[in-house]
């Protein structure tokens, strides 16, 4: 038990060390065709892989600039020095990104990386270009569970997804139905008889529309799961006893619930009003905790804390019982140092995309006036994830694809926790 809860903790962490590391190589650029990607699949024999590097090498010599083809010949001998290391491919594959990067000044590194995805490989690559071709492990980062969402009542509908943790609407239907009131000049009977035809063709309309989207999602029978239907009763019930959608839709209805809004801010109420049955997914994992968070916050004595000073003072204390940290959190944690003196101090810097931290002007040791260089540097979420395991706190990574997990991000500075008890931070 404790080790599959071990594995559901870890997992967030690795998502999001293998996105920092994909965005991390989209920023990395070459000079040219200089920058060497290569997939290899499971079932690839590492003696074929080598034998075309050295063909590939050999064809290097029509390479017309002289600085071309040094650096694509460096990095084809850097990849197989590297091979040489394995008899066969780790179990889903390995990928490795090679070449001669620019790093700023007229200056460039021979770099050279060896991943190890998190998914099998399924195809062989070998490509020459000025940037690394990531898309492959991109898709990776996908979300693997999709269901359909529907909310309707007799006037409106709208059509969307639960794509992982992200809600995304897509379209929205309008009735024609009238009301219950008949306008004078009908009979009774009559105007009922129009009304359940107007009715009947609404849902039509809505199954029809809501069919198409979703058999139109990309491997549907691996990766949709199921439909969830949302509305006042007895609308919910008579679209789904009318087998208004697609049979093979039909068949995945997960269960009926009860919504107040049948327009676009519906789809989010339908996901959380479904949560019991949706209970093992990770949106409803990261709604429940960042709920235990804002409930611990509004109490005259609630047991919580946001901020990194905050947390961090917590978290040194062993008082903190869940740490949340946003996966848009982009900063390091630096020790810096005197190069004449003893004196050091620790900072954390934001990182922006392109920005890294050579770039960064640290001031001067207020000591002798010389300047400040990184003497240690570490990812705040590692940093602060080893701070937490040293007290056997529960770490969280929250997405920001809902309004909770958004929401530590924009208004908690994307750090945040939920305490044992409560201290003076």
Same mark, same amino acid.
């Given at each position: 038990m404790e080790e599959t809860q071990t594995q559901e903790m870890d997992t967030p962490r690795k998502r999001y060390e293998f996105k920092k590391m994909l965005e991390r190589l989209a920023e990395k650029e070459g000079s040219g065709t200089e920058l060497i990607t290569l997939y290899i699949p499971p079932d690839k024999q590492i003696y074929d892989v080598t034998a075309q590097l050295r063909d590939e090498f050999g064809q290097c010599a029509n390479i017309k600039s002289?600085?071309?083809?040094?650096?694509?010949?460096?990095?084809?001998s850097s990849i197989l020095?590297?091979?040489k290391y394995y008899k066969r491919p780790p179990e889903n594959g390995m990928a490795v990104f090679c070449g001669t990067i620019n790093i700023g000044g007229d200056r460039t590194d021979l770099d050279c990386e060896i991943i190890e995805p998190p998914e099998p490989i399924n195809t062989y690559m070998y490509r020459c270009s000025s940037s690394f071709e990531l898309e492959p492990l991109q898709q990776m980062l996908g979300e693997k569970e999709i269901y359909g969402l529907i909310v309707l009542d007799r006037r409106e509908a709208y059509i969307g997804f639960l794509r992982g943790n992200r809600i995304e609407p897509v379209h929205g239907v309008t009735s024609t139905v009238p009301g219950k009131q008949r306008k004078g000049g009908q009979s009774s009977v009559r105007f009922q008889r129009l009304r359940l035809i107007a009715i009947n063709e609404f849902y039509k309309k809505i199954g029809d529309r809501a069919s198409d989207i979703f058999l139109a999602e990309k491997d549907f029978f691996e990766r949709f799961k199921g439909v969830l239907i949302g509305g006042p009763t007895p609308t919910k019930e008579e679209f789904e006893a009318g /087998?208004?959608? &697609? &049979?093979?839709?039909?068949?995945?209805?997960? /269960?009926? *619930?009860?919504?107040?809004y049948t327009n676009e801010s519906g789809l989010a109420e339908l996901v959380e009003n479904a949560s019991d049955a949706l209970k093992g997914l990770d949106i409803i994992k990261e709604k429940n905790v960042m709920n235990r968070f804002l409930q611990e916050l509004v109490k005259d004595d609630g047991a919580s804390s946001y901020g990194e000073e905050s947390v961090r003072k917590n978290l040194e204390l062993g008082a903190v019982d869940t740490l949340l940290l946003s996966d848009k959190l982009r900063r390091a944690r630096l020790k810096l140092a005197c190069q004449n003196s003893d004196y050091t101090e620790e900072r954390t810097v934001s990182l922006e995309p392109g920005? &890294?931290?050579?770039?960064?002007? *640290? /001031?001067?040791?207020?000591?002798? /006036?010389?300047?400040?260089?990184?003497?240690?540097?570490?990812?705040?979420?590692d940093e602060l994830t080893t701070l937490a395991d040293q007290s056997s706190a529960t770490v969280r990574i929250i997405s920001d694809d809902f309004e909770e997990g958004s929401m530590l991000y924009n208004a908690f500075g994307g750090i945040a926790a939920i305490l044992r008890y409560r201290t003076g931070y």
């Open positions: 002289k600085q071309t083809r040094t650096n694509v010949q460096s990095a084809i020095s590297r091979l /087998g208004y959608l &697609h &049979h093979e839709l039909q068949k995945r209805i997960i /269960g009926l *619930f009860d919504v107040s920005k &890294h931290i050579k770039d960064l002007d *640290f /001031g001067t040791c207020p000591s002798d /006036g010389s300047p400040l260089y990184v003497a240690e540097e570490a990812d705040i979420i």
